[in-house]
């Protein structure tokens, strides 16, 4: 039996292992499908408390996982009888006195940085989820309402602190570990080490945009979505959308995001929307655009127990996909499942730097979602799911959106970093060669994989 607080008497942050009251709360996944219990759960304070675990891990022989903001789709900041740093109270938010860069922590939420941005008029690509991690968020690449106008997350960061699983502590940005630093902007979830720290560039934004939700009925949905990726096509980069078909307000098709530009020519695009159809539900207006950041802030539910699959488009959405997809969504075993559709495109497709990120040249991702909250939907969904992805298979290119990590694919770096997956792959057994961190390429096993 280890003595955790013998074992970390140097460790100045909080610390819980199951014999605490609260431990359990620590424990909660974001997919309620993953049920984990860690040894130990320690919140570090500095670089000095990371490598600390790190290296009683590597001398202990235990595994670490990360967890930034939690909404791990495969619970992968959690394990099971291993250590968890949970970044959280490393969540420092600091501009520049010229408001031009910011310093994040790891353990810093999206809604957080905004908080502090966009006060001044700027901001930094985030994801369309107000309280997804930047770290992980970052680390994966990052496609949000900003990303067809201005680029991914990753592609602003310029700089990272990350502390090695050998306990050593390294700056990575264009002039120093640059190799390290290029594979942190869209495969650094987990891989070479642990990210305590993110600078950023930022970008303008305008006081006010237009933008959020339109909704019809379900019997609307090809057109809909026929016409959501032909204006997509045609509509310059500041339009961003998303789509979704779900059951929000009854069986329904969604598109919601923003134009980050002049509101009142984001208003004509957004009237065009509102021309395909009757609509049932519909919020666009001029917003500021923190609030846009979190129109949907209320759809968000609690644990709910899902299989996520993903896919890339690198064409249009044709008629049989769209056909394919409503078809297959006509079957859907609980009303919770939903197909969810985000662009990409755009800016995406110019960055400025290099880095891991590898579906630049696709236009969608799109997920299926087998969901449910009562365990006897479980086989159902997990089925339903499974066979979706496999029907529309032919219509996508065979990779996946890491931030949408795929248990079944974690053995195939090239499923998520494309050409750059050996490189990725390398990097790890070079920086982890004891494989001590759970990250991408190396989850815990689970009855998905």
């Given at each position: 039996?280890?003595?955790?607080?013998?074992?970390?008497?140097?460790?100045?942050?909080?610390?819980?292992?199951?014999?605490?009251?609260?431990?359990?709360?620590?424990?909660?996944?974001?997919?309620?499908?993953?049920?984990?219990?860690?040894?130990?759960?320690?919140?570090?304070?500095?670089?000095?408390?990371?490598?600390?675990?790190?290296?009683?891990?590597?001398?202990?022989?235990?595994?670490?996982?990360?967890?930034?903001?939690?909404?791990?789709?495969?619970?992968?900041?959690?394990?099971?009888?291993?250590?968890?740093?949970?970044?959280?109270?490393?969540?420092?938010?600091?501009?520049?006195?010229?408001?031009?860069?910011?310093?994040?922590?790891?353990?810093?939420?999206?809604?957080?940085?905004?908080?502090?941005?966009?006060?001044?008029?700027?901001?930094?690509?985030?994801?369309?989820?107000?309280?997804?991690?930047?770290?992980?968020?970052?680390?994966?690449?990052?496609?949000?309402?900003?990303?067809?106008?201005?680029?991914?997350?990753?592609?602003?960061?310029?700089?990272?602190?990350?502390?090695?699983?050998?306990?050593?502590?390294?700056?990575?940005?264009?002039?120093?570990?640059?190799?390290?630093?290029?594979?942190?902007?869209?495969?650094?979830?987990?891989?070479?080490?642990?990210?305590?720290?993110?600078?950023?560039?930022?970008?303008?934004?305008?006081?006010?945009?237009?933008?959020?939700?339109?909704?019809?009925?379900?019997?609307?949905?090809?057109?809909?979505?026929?016409?959501?990726?032909?204006?997509?096509?045609?509509?310059?980069?500041?339009?961003?959308?998303?789509?979704?078909?779900?059951?929000e307000m009854g069986p329904m098709v969604k598109v919601?995001?923003?134009?980050?530009?002049?509101?009142?020519?984001?208003?004509?695009?957004?009237?065009?929307?509102?021309?395909?159809?009757?609509?049932?539900?519909?919020?666009?207006?001029?917003?500021?655009?923190?609030?846009?950041?979190?129109?949907?802030?209320?759809?968000?539910?609690?644990?709910?127990?899902?299989?996520?699959?993903?896919?890339?488009?690198?064409?249009?959405?044709?008629?049989?996909?769209?056909?394919?997809?409503?078809?297959?969504?006509?079957?859907?075993?609980?009303?919770?499942?939903?197909?969810?559709?985000?662009?990409?495109?755009?800016?995406?497709?110019?960055?400025?730097?290099?880095?891991?990120?590898?579906?630049?040249?696709?236009?969608?991702?799109?997920?299926?979602?087998?969901?449910?909250?009562?365990?006897?939907?479980?086989?159902?969904?997990?089925?339903?799911?499974?066979?979706?992805?496999?029907?529309?298979?032919?219509?996508?290119?065979?990779?996946?959106?890491?931030?949408?990590?795929?248990?079944?694919?974690?053995?195939?770096?090239?499923?998520?970093?494309?050409?750059?997956?050996?490189?990725?792959?390398?990097?790890?057994?070079?920086?982890?060669?004891?494989?001590?961190?759970?990250?991408?390429?190396?989850?815990?096993?689970?009855?998905?994989?």
């Open positions: 039996m280890i003595n955790w607080e013998t074992s970390f008497v140097s460790f100045s942050g909080r610390m819980y292992t199951p014999n605490d009251e609260s431990f359990s709360s620590f424990c909660k996944a974001f997919n309620g499908n993953f049920k984990k219990r860690p040894a130990c759960i320690l919140f570090p304070k500095s670089e000095n408390d990371v490598a600390s675990v790190l290296l009683f891990a590597k001398n202990n022989n235990f595994k670490v996982s990360v967890h930034n903001g939690g909404h791990s789709t495969i619970a992968s900041g959690l394990n099971n009888n291993h250590l968890v740093l949970n970044m959280r109270d490393m969540a420092g938010v600091s501009m520049s006195e010229d408001q031009n860069t910011i310093v994040v922590g790891a353990g810093a939420l999206a809604h957080e940085i905004d908080d502090v941005t966009t006060k001044f008029g700027k901001a930094i690509p985030l994801g369309d989820c107000p309280v997804v991690g930047i770290s992980g968020l970052t680390l994966g690449g990052g496609i949000g309402f900003l990303s067809r106008s201005v680029g991914l997350t990753c592609d602003y960061l310029i700089g990272a602190k990350v502390v090695t699983p050998t306990g050593e502590i390294l700056t990575c940005n264009k002039n120093s570990n640059n190799e390290l630093f290029t594979l942190l902007k869209g495969a650094g979830q987990g891989n070479f080490g642990v990210v305590t720290e993110l600078t950023f560039t930022m970008v303008d934004i305008p006081t006010t945009v237009y933008g959020g939700n339109i909704c019809w009925h379900l019997d609307d949905a090809k057109e809909i979505l026929s016409n959501y990726d032909q204006l997509l096509k045609e509509a310059p980069n500041e339009l961003n959308l998303y789509a979704r078909v779900n059951e919601y995001g923003m134009y980050n530009g002049d509101p009142s020519i984001g208003k004509q695009y957004f009237d065009t929307i509102r021309s395909w159809g009757e609509t049932i539900f519909d919020n666009a207006k001029e917003y500021s655009y923190q609030t846009i950041q979190k129109i949907n802030e209320t759809t968000i539910v609690d644990s709910p127990c899902f299989l996520w699959k993903n896919g890339l488009i690198d064409e249009t959405l044709s008629s049989e996909l769209i056909q394919t997809l409503l078809s297959a969504y006509s079957n859907r075993p609980t009303p919770y499942c939903r197909l969810n559709i985000d662009t990409i495109g755009g800016a995406v497709q110019k960055p400025k730097e290099l880095s891991a990120f590898a579906h630049r040249n696709s236009t969608y991702v799109l997920s299926v979602m087998g969901v449910w909250f009562d365990v006897k939907d479980k086989n159902e969904c997990i089925r339903w799911a499974k066979e979706t992805m496999t029907e529309i298979e032919p219509y996508l290119n065979g990779k996946i959106y890491v931030n949408y990590a795929d248990p079944e694919c974690a053995n195939n770096p090239e499923k998520y970093y494309g050409s750059t997956g050996k490189r990725v792959l390398e990097m790890k057994q070079q920086m982890d060669s004891k494989g001590i961190l759970i990250g991408t390429l190396n989850p815990e096993r689970s009855e998905f994989s």
